[in-house]
Nanobody
Framework: QVQLVESGGGSVQAGGSLRLSCAASGYTTRFYCMAWFRQAPGKEREGVAFIYGTDHTYYADSVNGRFTISQDKDKTTNLQMNSLKPEDTAIYYC?????????????????????WGQGTQVTVSS
């Protein structure tokens, strides 16, 4: 069973930085992809970034150039968030699809992901 635990959220002023981490247990080589999603109050959960393999990454347009996703050898998945904006305020979740499933930009939607962390709050003030 896969368990995902996010950490690193907090409050920051616009223009600041935060680094989120997602620790995974039970996340073996059967799992090909890890992603970050976010959900703001009153909005749908949206994909932020995903990573598969050693260096294949994808970013939503809204964060491209400001956020960087990476994965450590122990499969901890990090999201470095720079130049934060108030509109980045949300609960951030890490997630992975079922085993042996790749991520793709076409299928980057919450309904395609099976395992989720509990979320971590990010608040950016202006």
């Amino acid at each position: 069973q896969v368990q995902l635990v996010e950490s690193g959220g907090g409050s920051v002023q616009a223009g600041g930085s935060l680094r989120l981490s997602c620790a995974a247990s039970g996340y073996t080589t059967r799992f090909y992809c890890m992603a970050w999603f976010r959900q703001a109050p009153g909005k749908e959960r949206e994909g932020v970034a995903f990573i598969y393999g050693t260096d294949h990454t994808y970013y939503a347009d809204s964060v491209n150039g400001r956020f960087t996703i990476s994965q450590d050898k122990d499969k901890t998945t990090n999201l470095q968030m720079n130049s934060l904006k108030p509109e980045d305020t949300a609960i951030y979740y890490c997630a992975t699809p079922r085993p042996y499933t790749y991520c793709s930009s076409d299928g980057f939607a919450a309904r395609n992901f099976v395992y989720w962390g509990q979320g971590t709050q990010v608040t950016v003030s202006s």
